[in-house]
């Protein structure tokens, strides 16, 4: 059989850097296809490559018989290539329709295109109110929006950038029947994820990529998640070490946290109330758009509170801002990497800078010493294992997993008395997040109260000690990690999230 | 066919590259104008751009013109890293004229060295206050600074004339709306015998150098640029949007207020309706030309005067109208923003498929 999509020799070099090197592979009609490798293998240049989103140097792709050599993302959907990227790119402010609208390349008179999007989107399991803002939309909703946009183009290919990381268990397994479904029919996915069971429990072949270049094509099903994990990395994975730190006095406690939203679509906090103690790490799972941007905000000095709201060792903070809490050893590792935990534009020392300054003492009279921090970022860069050429290339030119270590590394290593870390391991790939699960346990082995907000289940119930549930801005009794299900959790994190409507219909 | 690719980081070629770019094409499309008014296009960019580099008298010219340019230019370019955009440094430079020429008038007569330091201070303080009142109401109430601080120009103007025709009016004046001439402690010395080069322009070159040294040393040129390239990023690091909007708008207000002080107190020596020339406005074409550099402020604003004194010549000597000076530097502001586009991106040829 000819195969839908197949990839000769395709090779894209970056000043300084070759992302793609040779790289051969073709993807099955109805088949789906893991893109499997740590970040900065190369796999999104290639699937840009594929969408049309950057030209190769070299190689040839060809889709069934003929060449395919896409120029723009708008050639790629027109031959039948379609993409749903990690990062959403919708307006909150439009609707459903309005949005789908915005991404077609013809224009259908309004009705009718809600009509396909209610036929579609039933169809394959993901029923859509077109009408709705999308602001109002919880963030599985979202991507929704984002699938059902593509099948409207009736796409012979799919491209699937980390689909699952924002999804709670019960809407990954309404995904997969969806997936499952376009198989049936002969559509093929080009799946990029790192969550390795899920791979193994969806796809049927992998591609792994290290380096830049293809290292070993497998049958998921075939495979465990740790060897998968090491043919990424290319060597054996260490075995996290086992914690045994006793929990000591109380650091950090909330106290009814009440805030307002800031926006429009933003969640209030709803009397939160925690404590975190001294070598503990408390997880707080939820799905993204439940209050954790602004938990994190509150807790890292980003909003005030009253004081009295936020104590750390008994002292009130909540009226501080982060550079106060900060010298007193309340340190924060946001979400968003470029943007939020650090400027794009700016180099890795500048960026050591923005938050190293008052603990790492980077600054006198307001005067900044610049060597120092320098050595700041190599310390950084040398006990995380950044792969970049050295501090003075702009955060942006990393790749994610990378800019994640150092962010991360940035704040461990101003030894902080409390950690607070959202979504530490996201978008990262094994290794990586390895490496960063390590040093949140060291970390709480050596004393620190650690607060882990993220999405990702998995990732929670193997780090934390105890584990509360953020949901709509309130948040549940922590609960100790051993008397808690995963089932439990996902059903407190809001089940399939309003989502039971889908069930009624079909 | 040609594409515009997103380089990977900005390009440093481009960054000095572009400026003169759009000097170069400024003087072709300028050239196209003069042609288009029947005057010679060749001798029109000769009298404005080379000739009064061969006059002695017109090189000191250029430090005088300069002068405010740089101090106003360097002041607005912190603003704008940060991305507060203060428009009415016009406004806050006649405030500042204002306020240092009523120190000045005030002590009329009374000789003495600290009186010069006095009325600069004073005409800082002008321009820092007249600052504060888009920097309030932005904070307070989100009111847009770039419409509340251009329009503050216009009751600035107005002010001026108020005081020059009321309680500032030379009283032995014949009722015409000025000031009366300083007295000479109240007069910046002269620097260069024979020329108007006065002792502000020492201040302009100074404040090139602090503002070098705040960007690249101290923590607020350091959150500046923190505020202009990643918003959230500098909450993160710990500043407040407010106070950022405050400090860069005081700074720049401070710097427009001086540079009021100093045209004051050098070239006029009294205060006049005609006080503000346009300075206020054109140090922003400055900032960027610049870009928001200190020492690219510094050459622009000395290529900025070039184009004023060569502008006035051509007036008398080819008859060439005012405004076509004006559209010319306007021309220079947009030849340099849209090529700024080539140092975010490159050109490429596309390949046809």
């Given at each position: 059989m000819t195969p839908l999509l197949s990839l000769d020799r395709i090779t894209k070099a970056y000043p300084g850097v070759v992302a793609n090197s040779a790289v051969s592979f073709s993807v099955e009609p109805g088949e789906i296809h893991a893109l499997l490798g740590e970040n900065g293998a190369g796999k999104s240049t290639l699937v840009k490559a594929i969408y049309g989103l950057v030209q190769p140097d070299a190689g040839q792709m060809h889709l069934l018989d003929d060449a395919y050599a896409p120029a723009s993302p708008a050639a790629a959907r027109e031959a039948g290539v379609a993409m749903v990227f990690q990062h959403f790119s919708l307006f909150d402010a439009l609707s459903v329709a309005e949005n789908i609208a915005l991404g077609l390349g013809d224009i259908l008179p309004r009705r009718a295109l809600a009509e396909r999007i209610r036929e579609v989107s039933r169809g394959y399991g993901l029923p859509l109110d077109p009408d709705r803002l999308v602001g109002d939309l919880g963030v599985g909703e979202r991507q929704r929006v984002?699938?059902?946009?593509?099948?409207?183009?009736?796409?012979?290919?799919?491209?699937?950038?980390?689909?699952?990381?924002v999804l709670t268990p019960q809407e990954v397994a309404i995904l997969f029947e969806t997936l499952r479904l376009l198989r049936r029919e002969g559509v093929s996915i080009l799946y990029i994820s790192h969550k390795l069971e899920e791979i193994r429990a969806l796809c049927d072949r992998a591609t792994i990529l290290r380096g830049g270049r293809v290292v070993a094509t497998c049958t998921p099903a075939q495979e465990t998640s740790r060897s998968i994990a090491e043919m990424m990395i290319g060597a054996r994975l260490p075995t996290p070490t086992a914690r045994t730190?006793?929990?000591?006095?109380?650091?950090?406690?909330?106290?009814?946290?009440?805030?307002?939203?800031?926006?429009?679509?933003?969640?209030?906090?709803?009397?939160?109330?925690?404590?975190?103690?001294?070598?503990?790490?408390?997880?707080?799972?939820?799905?993204?758009?439940?209050?954790?941007?602004?938990?994190?905000?509150?807790?890292?000095?980003?909003?005030?509170?009253?004081?009295?709201?936020?104590?750390?060792?008994?002292?009130?903070?909540?009226?501080?801002?982060?550079?106060?809490?900060?010298?007193?050893?309340?340190?924060?590792?946001?979400?968003?990497?470029?943007?939020?935990?650090?400027?794009?534009?700016?180099?890795?020392?500048?960026?050591?800078?923005?938050?190293?300054?008052?603990?790492?003492?980077?600054?006198?009279?307001?005067?900044?010493?610049?060597?120092?921090?320098?050595?700041?970022?190599?310390?950084?860069?040398?006990?995380?294992?950044?792969?970049?050429?050295?501090?003075?290339?702009?955060?942006?030119?990393?790749?994610?997993?990378?800019?994640?270590?150092?962010?991360?590394?940035?704040?461990?290593?101003?030894?902080?008395?409390?950690?607070?870390?959202?979504?530490?391991?996201?978008?990262?790939?094994?290794?990586?997040?390895?490496?960063?699960?390590?040093?949140?346990?060291?970390?709480?082995?050596?004393?620190?109260?650690?607060?882990?907000?993220?999405?990702?289940?998995?990732?929670?119930?193997?780090?934390?000690?105890?584990?509360?549930?953020?949901?709509?801005g309130s948040l549940s009794a922590p609960e100790p990690v051993a008397n808690v299900s995963v089932e439990e959790i996902g059903l407190r994190m809001g089940g399939t999230h309003g989502m039971e409507v889908a069930h009624a219909d079909a | 066919m040609l594409t515009l690719e997103l380089r990977t980081s900005q390009s440093r070629v481009m960054t000095v590259a572009t400026p003169i770019i759009a000097v170069i094409c400024t003087m072709i499309a300028g050239g196209i104008l003069f042609a288009a008014l029947g005057k010679n296009p060749v001798e029109a960019i000769r009298v404005i751009f080379i000739d009064p580099l061969f006059d002695p008298f017109s090189r000191t010219e250029l430090l005088v013109k300069a002068c405010p340019l740089i101090l106003i230019g360097v002041g607005l370019s912190l603003g704008f890293r940060a991305g507060v955009w203060n428009i009415g440094a016009e406004g806050q430079f006649i405030m500042g004229g204002?306020?240092?020429?009523?120190?000045?008038?005030?002590?009329?007569?009374?000789?003495?060295?600290?009186?010069?330091?006095?009325?600069?201070?004073?005409?800082?303080?002008?321009?820092?206050?007249?600052?504060?009142?888009?920097?309030?109401?932005?904070?307070?109430?989100?009111?847009?600074?770039?419409?509340?601080?251009?329009?503050?120009?216009?009751?600035?103007?107005?002010?001026?004339?108020?005081?020059?025709?009321?309680?500032?009016?030379?009283?032995?004046?014949?009722?015409?709306?000025?000031?009366?001439?300083?007295?000479?402690?109240?007069?910046?010395?002269?620097?260069?015998?024979?020329?108007?080069?006065?002792?502000?322009?020492?201040?302009?070159?100074?404040?090139?150098?602090?503002?070098?040294?705040?960007?690249?040393?101290?923590?607020?040129?350091?959150?500046?640029?923190?505020?202009?390239?990643?918003?959230?990023?500098?909450?993160?690091?710990?500043?407040?949007?407010?106070?950022?909007?405050?400090?860069?708008?005081?700074?720049?207000?401070?710097?427009?207020?001086?540079?009021?002080?100093?045209?004051?107190?050098?070239?006029?020596?009294?205060?006049?309706?005609?006080?503000?020339?346009?300075?206020?406005?054109?140090?922003?074409?400055?900032?960027?030309?610049?870009?928001?550099?200190?020492?690219?402020?510094?050459?622009?604003?000395?290529?900025?005067?070039?184009?004023?004194?060569?502008?006035?010549?051509?007036?008398?000597?080819?008859?060439?109208?005012?405004?076509?000076?004006?559209?010319?530097?306007?021309?220079?502001?947009?030849?340099?923003?849209?090529?700024?586009?080539?140092?975010?991106?490159?050109?490429?040829?596309?390949?046809?498929?």
């Open positions: 984002e699938i059902v946009r593509c099948l409207l183009q009736s796409p012979r290919l799919l491209i699937m950038d980390e689909p699952t990381s730190a006793v929990p000591g006095p109380v650091l950090l406690a909330a106290d009814g946290i009440d805030l307002p939203a800031p926006t429009q679509f933003a969640t209030p906090l709803r009397d939160v109330s925690f404590e975190v103690r001294s070598g503990e790490i408390l997880g707080i799972a939820g799905v993204a758009g439940n209050g954790q941007e602004e938990l994190f905000a509150a807790l890292s000095g980003e909003r005030s509170t009253t004081p009295g709201m936020i104590t750390l060792a008994g002292e009130p903070i909540g009226q501080r801002g982060p550079n106060g809490r900060r010298a007193m050893g309340l340190l924060a590792a946001p979400e968003e990497r470029l943007g939020h935990a650090a400027a794009p534009d700016m180099t890795l020392t500048e960026n050591a800078m923005l938050s190293g300054r008052v603990r790492q003492r980077l600054g006198l009279a307001g005067f900044l010493k610049w060597s120092a921090t320098t050595n700041f970022a190599r310390a950084i860069i040398e006990s995380f294992d950044v792969r970049t050429p050295g501090p003075e290339n702009a955060a942006k030119s990393l790749s994610g997993g990378n800019l994640q270590k150092f962010f991360i590394g940035r704040e461990v290593l101003q030894s902080p008395r409390v950690l607070i870390v959202n979504q530490p391991t996201w978008g990262v790939d094994a290794a990586a997040a390895a490496a960063i699960r390590q040093a949140l346990r060291d970390l709480a082995a050596g004393g620190a109260a650690v607060i882990a907000i993220s999405q990702d289940l998995d990732e929670l119930m193997e780090v934390s000690d105890s584990l509360a549930v953020i949901s709509g | 204002i306020a240092a020429s009523a120190v000045g008038l005030a002590f009329y007569g009374t000789e003495g060295q600290w009186l010069l330091p006095l009325m600069a201070v004073a005409g800082a303080l002008g321009g820092w206050a007249y600052a504060m009142v888009p920097a309030v109401l932005r904070v307070k109430f989100t009111a847009n600074e770039i419409l509340v601080s251009l329009m503050l120009v216009y009751v600035a103007d107005q002010f001026l004339r108020a005081m020059v025709s009321g309680p500032l009016r030379n009283p032995a004046g014949f009722n015409f709306p000025e000031s009366r001439l300083f007295h000479d402690s109240a007069v910046l010395p002269i620097l260069i015998e024979g020329s108007r080069v006065h002792a502000g322009v020492i201040a302009a070159f100074v404040a090139v150098l602090l503002a070098w040294l705040v960007l690249e040393r101290h923590i607020i040129g350091f959150n500046i640029k923190l505020t202009g390239s990643a918003p959230r990023a500098a909450a993160f690091s710990g500043v407040k949007p407010g106070a950022m909007v405050v400090v860069c708008l005081g700074i720049s207000g401070a710097c427009a207020g001086l540079a009021g002080m100093i045209e004051a107190s050098g070239p006029f020596g009294q205060l006049v309706p005609t006080l503000p020339q346009g300075y206020g406005f054109t140090a922003i074409i400055v900032a960027f030309l610049g870009r928001l550099h200190p020492v690219g402020i510094l050459v622009a604003a000395l290529v900025i005067a070039l184009t004023y004194i060569g502008g006035e010549t051509a007036q008398f000597a080819l008859r060439l109208p005012a405004a076509a000076i004006s559209v010319f530097q306007g021309m220079l502001l947009f030849f340099l923003l849209g090529f700024d586009i080539l140092v975010r991106y490159r050109v490429r040829r596309l390949r046809v498929a």
